[in-house]
């Protein structure tokens, strides 16, 4: 993908990224993006992008997010320096806590914006999908918050891996269905949202999780998640006395990546997204999208996805529901190929063991998706000793004990330390 | 006479001889690969033009019936390619018109100019392609068009008056005519208010109408009848297959 673009085609784009050009009119960034949806949904996708230009900016509309932000979600989150950990990679370790964040995870920026965004445009109802459950638990929750009723779709195989987030959902009065089509994880969730979206076009809001699919959704769940990049650029200068050398974020359709990075863009940082490595490097073994992906067109973007040589999409593998997808985002895919971020990947036991070593360290039990930008970051630190590392630490791992059961840990670090 | 053009004469004859052309859908390879070409002949036997489905992955915009149908054909190793293989095979022997309704990735896989030659070649006078609006299928249609293959649009009973105008003018072969704002296999009968949603689209197309979605007994097709030119039917058939029936008596009921 790296050849994609010459030097100065690759630099161009990035100036234009950040000059804020992206995406363009066409929902583009760069070659990637655009809006590939069935003709039913078009007037409403329609209906959206003109409800995003009026409102997402809009001084008032700001003004109720922020405050929700504030007082509801609990921002700013903390950065925090991870003192031991620091010691024992050799390196300067702050941890960018979206753990903190409201019902768990920074999922909680994007569905309160929408929420909000939902109620102001007219919306009857609310529908999601969720891989690991915990845009599902925000959107039910903030769905409370604003009084929409939402309906979350949920795989089936995900229901059983984080069965603590499908009584979440309940609890706060959602419904959820499960999904036994296709994969049974967020891809077919994500497709089945749109089904019911096309029975009803007019009267359901769907308030998609990750920077993925038909445009704006890209465009507006990076502008909702750009708050978690801002704030921690803010609080390195305050508390570390300067930017990192490095910044590390997991990547499954790429939210709290494009978030903590696009504010970064500018900066001399080098940006690193993990993707899931799964167990192994074939295709079916992992969910290493841009690593291992091509181009194509699935779910409503021309983006980075996992198929075959006939175009089907192919089921990934990985430990974290939450980075278990065979696409990605359509501006990672072009963060990628101008080469301003790196994206590589983490197997499921180096995350398992990144988990561990947070746990017994900073007393912070990390979500499995975020433990693969952990693994990441540690092996940085052990090839570039005394770097400043920046880790955004997405969500936090309550959600995964029915998981992590099954993997009891290896050393009880407190005790042998 | 360009493919496209073909297509238009096929729906027009059908439906000139005092019912709807009738469009059959099966979806290519299922249930079993071996059985395509001979229900193939069978159902192009019936139907005036034939609708051929390329299974796919992730099929958004459909319901169960045909989604399962297009797991067990991909399980059974139908791809693209492979359909266009067994079209050539039996060349000449099919004189009904044959579209292909594919979500787009397929396709982009498989290369546009490489598509627009096989399908030629193959006897396919037209692309139905759900995930593709209009506004995104420049490349495509421009592969098609130079072999005068068609890009059939579709539109809604949620598209805008000015859209439907636009799309009616855009399409290539006819107009396909989604009944209802849903996905396909739906079952829940055709809406009350039809008949004027489909004279609407026949009043804004120059080529014949053909209505789809939910339609699924010889009185659908016979109401169908009296707004449009043709009558597609998917789901309905593609259940007759997954139950090992006659798909040929079951279309020739729909018409009788």
Redesign the interface.
């Known amino acids: 993908m790296s050849k994609m673009f010459s030097a100065d085609e690759a630099k161009r784009l990035l100036d234009a990224a950040i000059r804020g050009e992206m995406p363009d009119e ?1 929902g583009r960034f760069g070659p990637f993006g ?7 949904l ?3 996708f329609e209906r959206l992008e003109e409800g995003v230009r009026q409102h997402l900016h809009d001084p008032a509309f700001q003004a109720e997010f922020q405050r929700e932000l504030h007082e509801w979600v609990g921002r700013p989150t903390a950065l925090t320096f991870a003192k031991r950990l620091s010691e024992a990679w050799g390196a300067e370790v702050w941890i960018k806590r979206e753990d903190l964040a409201h019902t768990g995870a920074h999922k909680i920026n994007n569905a309160i914006g929408q929420a909000l965004l939902a109620k102001r445009l007219g919306a009857k109802r609310v529908i999601a999908e969720t891989g690991a459950g915990q845009h599902g638990v925000a959107s039910a929750a903030a769905c409370a918050r604003v009084g929409l009723p939402c309906t979350v779709y949920m795989g089936a195989v995900d229901m059983e891996r984080q069965a603590p987030n499908v009584d979440r959902m309940y609890r706060l009065g959602a419904e959820v269905v499960g999904v036994e ?2 994969d049974k994880t967020l ?1 077919a969730a ?2 089945e949202a ?2 019911a979206w ?5 009267g359901i809001f769907y308030i998609l999780g990750s920077a993925v699919g038909a445009h704006p959704y890209p465009y507006m769940v990076r502008e909702l998640q750009a708050v978690i990049g801002k704030e921690a650029r803010q609080q390195m200068l305050d508390q570390a006395g300067g930017l990192p050398d490095v910044a590390f974020a997991c990547v499954g359709g790429g939210s709290n990546a494009i978030g903590l990075f696009y504010p970064l863009l500018a900066d001399d940082i080098e940006l690193i997204g993990v993707e899931a490595g799964g167990v192994g490097d074939g295709l079916g073994e992992n969910a290493a999208t841009l690593a291992t992906g091509t181009p ?5 973007s021309y983006t980075i ?1 996992l ?1 075959d ?6 089921e990934t593998q990985s430990i974290s529901a939450g980075l278990d997808y065979s696409g990605v985002g359509p501006e990672h895919a072009l963060l990628q190929a101008i080469g301003r971020v790196n994206y590589i990947s983490a197997r499921n036991d180096e995350a398992l063991e990144a988990l561990e070593e947070l746990c017994a360290k900073e007393g912070i039990l990390t979500a499995l998706e975020t433990s693969h930008a952990f693994a990441a970051a540690r092996e940085y630190a052990q090839e570039n000793p005394g770097k400043r590392i920046l880790i955004g630490n997405s969500g936090r791992g309550d959600k995964d004990m029915p998981t992590l059961t099954k993997y009891p840990p290896r050393t009880r670090h407190h005790e042998s330390a | 006479m360009k493919a496209h053009e073909r297509l238009s004469a096929a729906i027009s004859a059908g439906a000139a001889s005092g019912r709807p052309a009738l469009v059959p859908f099966i979806t290519a390879g299922y249930p079993e690969p071996a059985d395509f070409l001979s229900t193939l002949k069978d159902i192009a036997s019936v139907g005036d033009v034939v609708e051929l489905g390329i299974p ?6 459909d ?2 019936t045909i ?1 399962r149908s297009s ?1 067990v054909a ?1 399980q059974k190793g139908v ?3 492979w359909i266009f293989d067994q079209l050539d095979s039996v060349s000449g022997e099919i004189d009904t018109p044959l579209v292909m309704m594919s ?8 290369g546009y100019d490489a598509l627009a030659e096989r399908a030629l070649a193959a006897g396919v006078c037209g692309f139905i392609i ?4 209009f ?2 299928s420049e490349d495509l249609r421009v592969a098609l068009e130079a072999r005068g293959i068609g890009l059939i ?4 009973p ?3 008056d000015d ?1 439907l105008q636009m ?1 009616c003018s855009a399409s290539k072969g006819f107009v396909y005519a ?1 009944t209802i ?3 396909t296999g739906g079952g829940v009968g055709l809406p009350a208010d039809l008949a004027d949603y489909l004279k609407k689209v026949a009043s804004y197309s120059s080529i014949p109408v053909c209505a789809g979605f939910g339609i699924r007994s010889a009185s659908d097709v016979a109401a169908i009848g009296s707004h449009a030119s043709g009558a597609i039917v998917g789901s309905a058939l593609v259940e007759v297959l997954e139950e090992k029936g006659d798909p040929k008596a079951f279309l020739s009921g729909l018409i009788a």
Do not use: C, H, W
């Not at chain 1, 096309?198 to 007019?202: A, C, E, G, L, Y």
């Open positions: 066409l655009g809006r590939y949806v069935p003709e039913t078009v007037p409403a089509s296709g891809r994500i497709d749109m089904r096309v029975t009803d076009p007019d194509g067109v699935l779910q409503g996805i198929q040589d006939d175009g089907q999409v192919q | 796919f992955s992730d099929p958004m915009a319901g169960m989604q797991f991909l791809s693209l390619k979500y787009l990735n397929p396709l982009l896989a498989f759900p995930d593709l609006p506004e995104e649009q579709l539109v809604t949620a598209t805008p859209r799309l989604v704002t849903g996905i």
